[in-house]
């Protein structure tokens, strides 16, 4: 079965949308287009119209600015001379338009023809010539003529004023002159080559001058020596076996000739030799017998003298080692003679008692004993009898007394010299006082003090043994200087050795 719908009323016309803006105008003046579109939104079966649309704009005239020709060539000059003008235009190629630019004068006059009329130059006739600049090889004259009327405008100008001409051109005599020889390399360095040399003409030779030389080039013999030819040899060959198994040996090698010399130093040598060591070989040291025995340090009170020997062949290979090398012993142990060293008196007691007469004392130090035959000590104490009041009556006066020199002191080695001093007693109940310019004490040379050899300390130990370096070792003393002329035997404060180790 069938049923009827309703969709409405049919379309009668394609359905579009509005129109858009319009776009921008192509052209800012003198009129331009523009355009503006619309789309489809159902075209219900029906053509549709056009979907673009154009109009025009900006229809007002563009400023245009007057643009003209290039100026034509001028045209004639009005006069031929003494100042005229002449005349040249342009024309206009575009038109002024609107707000343009108007045009510029289309023609313009200028001066022409300014030059004064002409006038023509008007010479005198020339003057005699000059004298010939040379006597020979061609000099020169001149002769010169004076302008009457200077030319004006185009006028026909002055003709040359001064004119030259040869004169005596006799040739002059010029004696030929050449240049010193220029040698070339030899053309061989030995069997004999050759050098040229030549020279060539500075000055060539004129009229009845002197000739040029002969010859201009010349060849020489050079580098007559034979020609050398080294020797040559081949690579050294490897190094042979050592020619011990132990100890020093030797190793050699050897090359060839492959190219005598001639006239050439001598081959080198074809045969090379080195020491070569494969360890050491057992040995046993060796030494010299002992030297005599040194002077003794000490002329009296114990001094030492010494012996050495020396290596002659060292341990190795562990060998027997190396016996002491150095003996010392004791020697001149007598007492040395010294005499006794005695101080300076000292000053005199007070004097002891009541009346008539007393005792004073004084005394002085023992500093060192004599030994051996040295001089004995003098006493160590001195005594004097001094005067006091008489007993039971008035004292008498008692002057001053000087009383007697002491001792001679201990002699100073230093300044050869030895003192002694006195006392005085002082004057008493009005006796006459003591001189304050009385010496008290004086001193004179004494005998030159006895020698004192130096004396030198016990030795150190020996300083350790390296087996890696086998560095000497060494040990060390110290050394008490001689004095007033004693000897030192042995002043050597340090000693070294051989490594005495069986490493």
């Given amino acids: ?51 673009t649309e154009s109009g025009s704009c900006n229809n007002q005239l563009c400023d245009i600015d007057c643009q003209v020709s290039t100026w034509s060539a001028y045209g004639g000059c009005s006069v031929s001379c003494g100042g005229g003008t002449q005349t040249r235009t342009r024309t206009v190629t ?16 200028s001066d022409c023809n300014t030059q004064v009329c002409d006038v023509d130059c008007v010479v005198d006739s020339w003057d005699a010539y000059s004298e010939c600049t040379l006597e020979c090889g061609g000099g020169v004259q001149t002769r010169t003529r004076d302008v009457i009327t200077q030319p004006v405008g185009n006028g026909a100008a002055c003709p040359v004023l001064s004119e030259t001409d040869t004169c005596n051109t006799h040739v002059c005599p010029v004696d030929c002159e050449v240049s010193e020889w220029t ?10 080559g050759t050098i040229t040399r030549t020279r060539y003409v500075e000055v060539a030779q004129a009229g009845t001058g002197e000739a040029c030389p002969s010859p201009l080039s010349e060849t020489i013999d050079c580098n007559t020596q034979p020609c050398v030819t080294s020797c040559e040899v081949t690579e050294w060959s490897e190094w042979s076996e050592c020619s011990t198994s132990c100890g020093d040996g030797t190793s050699g090698r050897f090359r060839e000739v492959t190219q005598e010399p001639e006239n050439a130093d001598p081959c080198p040598p074809l045969t090379s030799v080195v020491s070569c060591n494969l360890g050491v070989c057992p040995a046993d040291c060796e030494v010299s017998e002992w030297t005599e025995w040194t002077d003794c340090s000490h002329s009296c009170g114990g001094g030492s003298r010494n012996r050495e020997r020396s290596v002659l062949v060292p341990a190795a290979g562990g060998g027997a080692s190396c016996p002491l090398l150095e003996d010392s012993e004791t020697c001149n142990d007598v007492v040395c003679d010294v005499d006794c060293d005695q101080g300076v008196w000292s000053e005199w007691t007070s004097c002891s008692g009541s009346c008539d007469v007393g005792t004073q004392t004084r005394s002085r130090s023992t500093l060192s004993q004599a030994s051996g035959n040295g001089i004995a000590c003098g006493p160590s104490t001195d005594e004097q009898s001094c005067t006091l009041p008489a007993c039971g009556g008035e004292a008498e006066p008692q002057d001053c007394i000087v009383n007697d020199w002491g001792e001679w002191g201990h002699c100073d080695c230093d300044t050869a010299s ?19 310019s009385t010496p008290l004490s004086e001193s004179t040379n004494c005998p030159v003090c006895p020698p004192v050899d130096c004396v030198p300390s016990e030795w150190s130990e020996w300083s350790s043994c390296d087996c890696l370096s086998f560095s000497p070792v060494s040990r060390t003393r110290t050394l008490t200087p001689a004095m007033y002329g004693g000897n030192c035997v042995d002043d050597s404060t340090s000693e070294t050795q051989e490594c005495q180790l069986n490493c």
């Fill in 183 to 192: 040698e070339t390399e030899c053309t061989e360095s030995c069997g004999s």
């Fill in 1 to 51: 079965e069938t049923a009827s719908c309703d969709l409405g009323p049919c379309a009668t016309e394609c359905e579009m949308s509005a129109w858009g803006d319009w776009g921008s105008c192509d052209a800012s003046c003198g009129g331009g287009s523009q355009s503006r579109t619309r789309t489809v939104i159902d075209s219900h079966g029906f053509t549709c119209p056009s979907l």
């Fill in 418 to 436: 030895v003192e002694r001093s006195r006392t005085l007693t002082m004057a008493t109940n009005g006796g006459e006082p003591c001189d304050p």
């Fill in 94 to 109: 575009t038109a002024q338009q609107a707000n343009g630019a108007a045009c510029p004068t289309l023609s313009e006059s």
